[in-house]
């Protein structure tokens, strides 16, 4: 691993004089073949017309089929449609689900209510015990009850449930079933360890100026700046750098400016300026050595909804000129040398764990890989662009590394499947406040995270880097 | 808490988009086509009633926003064999915004 790589010869060439009065030996940095295919996260023409019954409709009608397939395979009954369904028999229904929330939040209801109520406060959670689990198909929905766990689901899954309708007009469930992994293309062998670093949550711009150390110390690293000549020899292996989304802080965001009049806001200029100034910066240490991905994210200066669109380019005058700046689509996915990375800025996982009761972002990382699907919150609890042909979102090809952004830790984890079929599972730590990075091998696929701790107030230790399991 | 503000219409006048009355009439049954009407004006009206139908139905996911030819082909592509007869008609009138309609 990469640890081990730059433990080799640990100070040994820093605490020696110089071999000689030319300069040290020179490594190459491996470079790896790329191809983007984020096409179907991009948004072309933008109607904001259309309503979203469409996303769910062609959600359903792209999932259908391979629900169906699953449910045969698991349970010999036929497959019926909620509206020749017969009561007491047993059979199995495709169709969307559809969690009935009391505490979620709803603008509705709050105008309607004409009590003067005051808004519904920030939960952590929006789960409670009278949420009712509905089943939908393309023309009505049942109520459902049984073996399926009912905080654990989210609205907008498809599933095949199995079971029979019991006389009261309710559905007993006896057993469920996702789509689960998508079909994977091998990946090629590789003769030596390329290693990709995905970080996340940079949180430029905001109130905590000590945040820059740690910042400065992985591009440093990064770039071959730091340490002796093993890990400088490591740090050539690091072909790729991938920023996963909020790359400026949430403080960057000025409420206040878009509710106060034109007139005082005039001469004041927005948070987001100076912070997009200094990312620039520090993306131009980095492009100058190394290709980048930039994602955007939640607080990032983009549109809202998902697909996120690329951030852009005349925001970063100085690194922009170097091609081997990537700006990038929020759902991100490419190719890597061979390697499918597919990835968001970790929206979608925040919002499954506010309306679900799974708290571990990797559990809810894997939930969606085995429900095919990225967001399936989208478009109810979450912002989404209302599609209407097909729902990009859908997982069609399983990828190799599956990662999510702004994670409150770093946790990874490697899915086997049938036919040799891995998935690895990894969400990105926010660095604002871990200064945690990460590394996938891609020989391996395997995954190790990086933490740079520096001074801060309560640590009187040296500054110090190290490269920790 | 609140400021009392006017109504929103005060600063945007209410404006009716003239395609909302076309809407409407994708909606009622159709009555028989007259017998006593030109052929051409029974031809037409076959058609529509056709289209009609098409827009009823129900598994090729809802219809509001989109147009049949949209519509049309969303459902190609997941499958669903919508009647190549509607994706003629709609190719041949492509220009008639009543064969067309969102």
């Known amino acids: 691993m990469f640890s081990d790589l730059s433990a080799q010869k640990q100070g040994s060439s820093l605490l020696s004089r110089p071999a000689s009065e030319d300069q040290g030996p020179v490594f190459e ?18 109607s904001f017309t259309r309503q979203y019954a469409h996303i769910y409709a062609a959600r359903l009608m792209q999932m259908r089929p391979l629900l169906s397939e699953r449910a045969q395979q698991k349970w010999d009954v036929p497959i019926r449609k909620l509206c020749d369904l017969q009561t007491g028999e047993q059979c199995c229904i495709v169709g969307t689900l559809f969690k009935r929330m009391d505490l979620q939040p709803s603008i509705l209801r709050e105008i309607s209510d004409e009590h003067n109520l005051l808004p519904q406060p920030a939960r952590a959670k929006y789960i409670s015990d009278t949420d009712e689990l509905i089943l939908e198909d393309e023309l009505q929905r049942i109520k459902l009850e049984g073996r399926i766990d009912r905080d654990k689901c989210v609205t907008g899954s498809v599933i095949a449930i199995y079971g029979a309708e019991r006389n009261d007009g309710k559905f007993t469930v006896e057993d469920f079933c996702m789509a689960d992994l998508p079909l994977q293309t091998p990946r090629p062998a590789l003769s030596s360890d390329k290693f990709v670093l995905l970080a996340s949550g940079l949180g430029l711009g905001s109130s905590q100026a000590d945040s820059m150390l740690g910042l400065q110390l992985l591009v440093d690293m990064v770039t071959g700046q730091l340490g002796d000549q093993g890990e400088q020899s490591g740090a050539a292996t690091i072909s790729r750098v991938l920023l996963a989304g909020n790359l400026l802080s949430q403080s960057t965001q000025d409420k206040d400016a878009s509710t106060k ?76 040398d061979g390697v499918r990375f597919l990835g968001t800025s970790g929206q979608n996982v925040s919002d499954i764990q ?68 891995e998935v690895l599972l990894v969400t990105v730590p926010e660095f604002s406040s871990t200064q945690t990075a990460c590394l996938v091998n891609l020989r391996t696929l395997e995954c190790e995270p990086v933490s740079f701790s520096a001074f801060s107030a309560d640590d009187d230790d040296d500054s110090e880097m190290n490269i920790s399991h | 808490m609140t400021t009392k503000r006017g109504l929103i219409t005060e600063s945007f006048k209410v404006v009716k988009k003239a395609r909302r009355g076309g809407k409407r009439e994708k909606r009622p049954t159709p009555s028989p086509p007259p017998q006593k009407e030109a052929d051409t004006g029974t031809v037409r009206e076959e058609e529509l009633q056709k289209l009609r139908q098409f827009d009823l139905d129900w598994r090729f996911g809802p219809c509001t926003g989109i147009s049949r030819l949209q519509r049309w082909e969303r459902a190609k592509l997941h499958g669903l064999n919508p009647p190549e007869e509607i994706r003629y008609l709609l190719s041949q009138t492509h220009t008639d915004p009543e064969y067309n309609l969102r």
Do not use: W
């Open chain 1, 354 to 421: 506010k309306y679900s009761s799974m708290d571990s972002h990797l559990e809810i990382l894997e939930e969606t890989l085995r429900l095919r699907h990225l967001a399936p919150t989208a478009p109810d609890t979450l912002g989404c662009y209302p599609f209407y042909q097909k729902d990009p979102f859908i997982l069609e090809e399983c990828p190799h590394v599956y990662f999510s952004g702004n994670a409150p830790t770093f946790e990874s984890k490697l899915i086997k499947g049938p036919d040799g079929l």
């Open chain 1, 29 to 46: 940095r491996l470079s790896l073949a790329y191809s983007p295919c984020s096409e179907r996260y991009k948004v072309g023409e933008r």
């Open chain 1, 261 to 336: 009049p034109k007139y005082l806001t005039k001469k004041t200029q927005a948070g987001t300026v100076e912070a997009i100034r200094l990312l620039d910066e520090l993306l131009l240490q980095l492009v100058a050595s190394l290709p980048v991905d930039v994602m955007p994210g939640q607080y990032d200066p983009t549109n809202y909804t998902l697909p996120q669109q690329p951030l852009h380019r005349c925001m970063f005058p100085l690194s922009s000129a170097y091609p081997t700046l990537q700006l990038t689509s929020n759902p991100y996915t490419a190719n890597i």
